[in-house]
């Protein structure tokens, strides 16, 4: 939902400028929320700016995907980065089923919509590598804070990686009362809200299930761009976005249970 409340603002301030009002917000609202504190060791801070870095390049990616894609079609391809994460470093023969049951479903992408936007695409992997580091990053990240502490500085330092590109690009056009407005809805709907679920969900319910379930995002995001933006993707499409969340649902569900 924050990524389809987003792209309506990009008319206005384009895809740089609603990556800072969402970072932007998302650092003002995690910082008032856990007050982290600035002193920290010198392999934490190497983390926090690693993650921030990392967050705010996957942010900026993905939004410029995103202004060339469909919803669905961004999301799953951006979803091959924690994908490859997950088959990474694998000899399980099951495995390479899945590999190949998600690379099936990236020809299904592109074979389904001829005009797909090469451009789009290329943005939308960017995103997805930065996916997959932001994961590996986010592992360390818990190991050197605690609470959302590391989390809040994370964000901090992504908006600063984000906002002077939105700044240059959109001007005081950032300023306007009901897009400051829009941008906080972003900011919440896309970072703050989904995050603080993570945590409370991770608490909750063992880590495979969570990745299993995590699986589910390009179909959930199919879904709501049809229903919230009117983006109708071919039959085709539809399949390819069920073979990544078939081949991300096994490699999880794989990985997590020989943890």
Known sequence: MGSALAKHLF????????????????????????????RMSRGAWTVVLAYGVVLGVMNLCFY????????????TIEFLGPLAVALAGSRRWLDALWAVLASGGVVLL?????????????????AGAC??????????????????NGLALGMAVAAVVAVPFGAVDAGTALLA?????????????SSVIPYSLDLEALRKIPPRVFGILMSLEPAMAALIGLIVLQESLQWSQWIAVLCVVAASAGATRGARAEV
């Open 110 to 126: 592109m074979d389904g919509n001829g005009d797909l936007d090469l451009v789009g695409v290329l943005f939308a992997l960017a």
């Open 131 to 148: 996916w997959g580091l932001y994961i590996l990053v986010g592992a360390a990240l818990g190991r050197h804070t605690t609470e959302g």
């Open 11 to 38: 008319g206005e301030v384009g895809s740089f400028g609603t990556v800072a009002l969402r970072l932007f917000f998302a650092a003002v609202v995690l910082t008032l929320l856990w007050r982290p504190s600035l």
């Open 64 to 75: 410029l995907a995103l202004a060339r894609l469909p919803l669905g079609i961004a999301v």
């Open 177 to 189: 009362p009901w897009i400051l407005l829009a941008g906080l809805g972003v900011a919440l709907l």
